[in-house]
């Protein structure tokens, strides 16, 4: 009889572990949509990631340029024309499908990108006007000399603008505006923070790419512009990845977005409004008067002055710590190493926190975590002396107990960003109407990604005006710190409370 019971047991286990495989896999309906969805995301990243790296090279190695130019061309040219973009966006939106919106979008990146490479770059002597700022610089102040650069390398800088673009227009924007249309809420808790184990699979595979195209390059005969053979193999790599992403688009509008066993348009995500056409003004008017998407402006603005304000002082500090190149890069990629293994496991955390305390408790996380460690790091630098004993204790300076802690904030502030950030900046728009949803989007993403990076910067510039040097900055970096991450809590705190409302609202139409 005991032999019985065990027999059952086992088998009652048996099917009991079978059940929670079943709960962990996606049903048939939703796999249909995720594996496109997740495929669109990784060839977006792989894409994203292959422009960063290759926008800072051009601008930082260009003539009469370097590192100190980024901070100016956030501000004065990113920020410009990310508000130019969202005008053209709003009137598109008017005029156009969302659909046929994405498509209109992504063409002339994808074009822009190809014809850097085969038509732009090999003729740079010829378009950059070298002789007219050799003699400007020679009239004009040394302070001239960033703004000079970016006139001078033009081409290069709209090439840094457009891969800034893309982050906040096809990633942010228009992928997650069609994520969020097709995609319930119940359905974007479980998916959305695995969706960001993409980025770090889509980076892997594009530093292995990027690392192939440098082995061509090392075997290239003398005489050959090395650099110009790269841009060729990286922008065709851009190009043929954009291309798939849009053949995956064009399927899924054929094959999923009209069928109901994957949407359900009966739980579309917000109260049904007719489509008004408004222009910028009355555009504007609707987005100021929502406190709703104020908020939601504000978690990415602070997000991103937060970021920059410590990563900016970190990296002086990692360069003083690492002053030979190879030193430095041995340490970055160690560093990127430990960012993946981290953010892979806050992606998997993730899942957990979304489903066991909700969204309000995982807004909370990332504020906080920069808050904390952000602080911390700055102490480090402020107060040196009093925490020599501490370093010396474990074997090391202050300088590197420093970029240590800086490490470990910036790793543990993005593994955040992506497994918790991201997904409830996401989630925020699905019980929203249509016309919030566009255009509100439209502002937070375009412009507040770049407003939040380019405040940042304006910040640092003002303060080393002011006080000299970075270094000296540091307490009032720290306060500003502080007051960031004070505001950014009370917005995510107030849009918690308005998201669970129009959740219930929702539920109840």
């Excluded at 960063?52 to 100016?72: N, Q």
């Excluded at 100021?288 to 304000?309: F, P, Q």
């Excluded at 002011?466 to 004070?486: F, Q």
Aim: proline share 5%.
């Amino acid at each position: 009889m005991s032999t019985v019971a065990a027999e059952e047991e086992e088998e009652t286990e048996k099917k009991s572990i079978w059940k929670k495989i079943k709960s962990i896999i996606p049903p048939a309906n939703e796999r249909k949509k995720l594996l496109p969805l997740g495929l669109i995301f990784f060839c977006n990243l792989f894409i994203y990631t292959i422009l960063r790296d290759t926008k800072d090279v051009l601008m930082v190695t260009a003539p009469g340029s370097g590192a100190e130019v980024i901070p100016f061309l956030k501000t004065y040219v990113n920020l410009p024309a990310a508000i130019g973009f969202t005008v053209l966006y709003s009137k598109l939106c008017n005029k156009m499908e969302q659909k046929d919106v994405f498509y209109t979008c992504t063409f002339p990146f994808l074009a822009f990108f190809s014809a850097f490479a085969m038509f732009i770059y090999p003729n740079v002597n010829v378009l950059h006007p070298n002789a007219l700022i050799d003699h400007l610089a020679g009239i004009l102040p040394l302070g001239f000399s960033a703004p000079l650069s970016i006139i001078r390398n033009w081409s290069y800088a709209l090439f840094y603008v457009m891969a800034e673009m893309w982050g906040s227009v096809v990633v942010s924007l228009l992928f997650w505006s069609f994520a969020n249309e097709i995609t319930s809420v119940d359905e974007a808790k479980k998916y959305y923070p695995l969706f960001g184990m993409g980025a770090n699979v889509a980076l892997i595979f594009s530093g292995q790419y990027v690392k192939w195209v440098s082995n061509i390059r090392k075997a290239l005969p003398p005489g050959v512009d090395a650099w110009g053979v790269s841009l060729k193999y990286l922008m065709g790599a851009v190009v043929a990845c954009g291309c798939s992403m849009l053949g995956l688009f064009s399927y899924m509008q054929r094959n999923i977005v009209n069928d109901p066993a994957s949407v359900d348009k009966t739980k579309k995500k917000g109260p049904k409004k007719a489509k008004v056409k408004m222009g910028m003004r009355e555009s504007a008017k609707f987005l100021m008067d929502s406190e709703y998407i104020r908020n939601l402006a504000t978690l990415v603005i602070s997000y991103g002055m937060c970021i920059n304000i410590v990563e900016v002082t970190w990296k002086s500090k990692l360069k003083m710590a690492f002053p030979n190149p190879n030193d430095y890069s041995t340490f970055m990629g160690n560093f990127s190493s430990a960012t993946g293994t981290v953010t892979l496991i806050m992606m998997l955390l993730g899942r957990s926190i979304f489903q066991k305390f909700g969204w309000r408790v995982a807004a909370l996380i990332t504020p906080t975590m920069i808050g904390v460690t952000g602080l911390a790091f700055f102490g480090l630098n402020m107060f040196s002396g009093f925490f020599e004993p501490v370093a010396g204790a474990l074997g090391t300076t202050p300088l590197m107990l420093a970029v240590l802690v800086g490490a470990a904030q910036n790793i543990l502030s993005k593994s955040s960003k992506y497994s918790l950030f991201d997904p409830c900046k996401e989630m925020a728009y699905i019980p929203l109407d249509q016309e919030s949803k566009t255009k509100g989007k439209a502002a937070v993403d375009v412009i507040g990604n770049p407003l939040g990076k380019s405040g940042g910067s304006f910040i640092q510039q003002i303060l080393i005006f002011l006080v000299g040097n970075l270094a000296m900055a540091t307490p009032y970096l720290a306060g500003i710190l502080g007051v960031l991450v004070y505001f950014w809590v009370k917005a995510a705190n107030s849009l918690a409370t308005k998201f669970d409302e129009a959740m219930i609202a929702v539920e109840e139409a």
